[in-house]
């Protein structure tokens, strides 16, 4: 069992950046790939990136590439996004996930994560 909680969420205006953190609980924190997804109103919940259970590989929705870094720390049992030059097309409720998997690999697909967070909200003004 994992428990995953969300942080950092926030009102930015476009341009600006945030940091969003997972702090994940139990001690198999490094047995899970790590993703994080979004969900707008009114819209289905959609990749944003992934990293493998080492860190060593990670994956970027076409839309956030080189504004968004994804990032782990496995002795701190935490997952982090920096979220640079945020535009109000970004906001949305943003949720951190876990995926138990052999390590080199990662998904975009929800349906492959095995626990998620609460979310933390996102609001980019124009």
């Known amino acids: 069992q994992v428990q995953l909680v969300e942080s950092g969420g926030g009102l930015v205006q476009a341009g600006g950046s945030l940091r969003l953190s997972c702090a994940a609980s139990g001690r198999t924190f490094s047995s899970y790939a790590m993703g994080w997804f979004r969900q707008a109103p009114g819209k289905e919940r959609e990749f944003v990136a992934a990293i493998s259970r080492s860190g060593s590989i990670n994956h970027y929705a076409d839309s956030v590439k080189g504004r968004l870094t994804i990032s782990r720390d496995n002795a701190k049992n935490t997952v982090n996004l920096q979220m640079n030059s945020l535009q109000p097309e970004d906001t949305a409720v943003y949720y951190c996930?876990?995926?138990?998997?052999?390590?080199?690999?990662?998904?975009?697909?929800?349906?492959?994560?095995?626990?998620w967070g609460q979310g933390t909200q996102v609001t980019v003004s124009s």
């Open positions: 996930a876990a995926d138990r998997r052999v390590d080199g690999s990662w998904s975009a697909a929800p349906r492959e994560y095995d626990y």
